[in-house]
């Protein structure tokens, strides 16, 4: 079976001054248009890094990744920016909106980044993903407005108004109440029903069940069963690909 996303003996190793640390090794992992994969494992186990890979934030050091069946492994870095913009909806926890902007505006940004979509388009487009996700009462609302819950519902309007055929969601319940996970975790569903890949990378069992797949990693790899949370004490280990870095948004 070919999948949407094919890695391939996938490797990826950090070098930080003259330390190198391997912190992903042979992952092959093959995920199907319209799955719905969660990926789980300890804190430090490498979860994001390797969503990261995913979504072409980040380039692995060994290994292929054939997207839709193209290698892309090797494609120039403005090619890899054209296909995060189109084909990939970013979700982090620590929603990273604009806190200058409004929700409208916010939804909007990665849209002004295609040249060929005009203003009334992309206004059109953000209207339908407020509706989608109940949020069209707070559109002239800037973050500091709304709650946890409401802001990261606003992050999935913006990752969804390209129209990504893959959702790439690191803990984005990692800072929510439970009534607002649930909500998120709804939005998800639904968004799977619709033909929308998603992965899903989190620490809670209760999301990852949500999933139809779940990939366990452990120490870099992909193992067969979850293996024990030494400490699950959420993002310690400084690696949140993605953080407030806005690359995901940038120009293609
Ligand atoms: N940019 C980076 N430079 C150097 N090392 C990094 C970098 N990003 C992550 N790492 C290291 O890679 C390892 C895996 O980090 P990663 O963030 O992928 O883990 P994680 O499973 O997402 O953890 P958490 O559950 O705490 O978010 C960690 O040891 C981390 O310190
Ligand atoms: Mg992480």
């Given at each position: 079976m070919s999948g949407i996303i094919q890695l391939e003996k996938v490797g990826k190793t950090y070098k930080v001054g003259k330390l190198e640390s391997k912190v992903l090794s042979d992952i092959d992992l093959n995920i199907a248009?319209?799955?719905?994969?969660?990926?789980?494992?300890?804190?430090?186990?490498?979860?994001?890094?390797?969503?990261?890979?995913?979504?072409?934030?980040?380039?692995?050091?060994?290994?292929?990744?054939?997207?839709?069946?193209?290698?892309?492994?090797?494609?120039?870095?403005?090619?890899?920016?054209?296909?995060?913009?189109?084909?990939?909806?970013?979700?982090?926890?620590?929603?990273?909106?604009?806190?200058?902007?409004?929700?409208?505006?916010?939804?909007?940004?990665?849209?002004?980044?295609?040249?060929?979509?005009?203003?009334?388009?992309?206004?059109?487009?953000?209207?339908?993903?407020?509706?989608?996700?109940?949020?069209?009462?707070?559109?002239?609302?800037?973050?500091?407005?709304?709650?946890?819950?409401?802001?990261?519902?606003?992050?999935?309007?913006?990752a969804l108004a390209g129209r990504p055929k893959v959702i790439l969601a690191d803990e984005p319940t990692g800072n929510l109440d439970s009534k607002a996970a649930a909500i998120v975790m709804d939005i998800f569903d639904r968004l799977n029903d619709e033909g929308t890949t998603i992965c899903l990378v989190t620490h809670d069992p209760r999301s990852a069940s949500k999933a139809k797949r779940?990939?366990?990693?452990?120490?870099?790899?992909?193992?067969?069963?979850?293996?024990?949370?030494?400490?699950?004490?959420?993002n310690g280990a400084g690696g949140e690909s993605g953080g407030d870095d806005p690359s995901h948004l940038q120009a293609v």
């Open positions: 248009e319209g799955e719905y994969v969660s990926i789980c494992g300890p804190s430090g186990s490498g979860k994001s890094t390797l969503l990261s890979i995913i979504g072409v934030l980040n380039g692995a050091s060994e290994g292929r990744y054939l997207f839709e069946g193209q290698d892309i492994t090797h494609m120039k870095s403005s090619e890899h920016a054209r296909l995060r913009n189109r084909q990939f909806g970013f979700i982090f926890q620590a929603f990273n909106l604009s806190s200058e902007m409004t929700a409208a505006e916010n939804v909007e940004l990665p849209l002004t980044y295609r040249k060929e979509m005009g203003r009334k388009e992309r206004r059109e487009l953000v209207d339908s993903m407020l509706d989608k996700i109940g949020m069209s009462d707070f559109r002239d609302h800037v973050p500091a407005q709304l709650s946890g819950g409401q802001q990261q519902r606003i992050a999935i309007a913006r779940q990939v366990h990693l452990f120490d870099g790899q992909i193992v067969d069963e979850p293996q024990a949370e030494e400490q699950s004490g959420g």
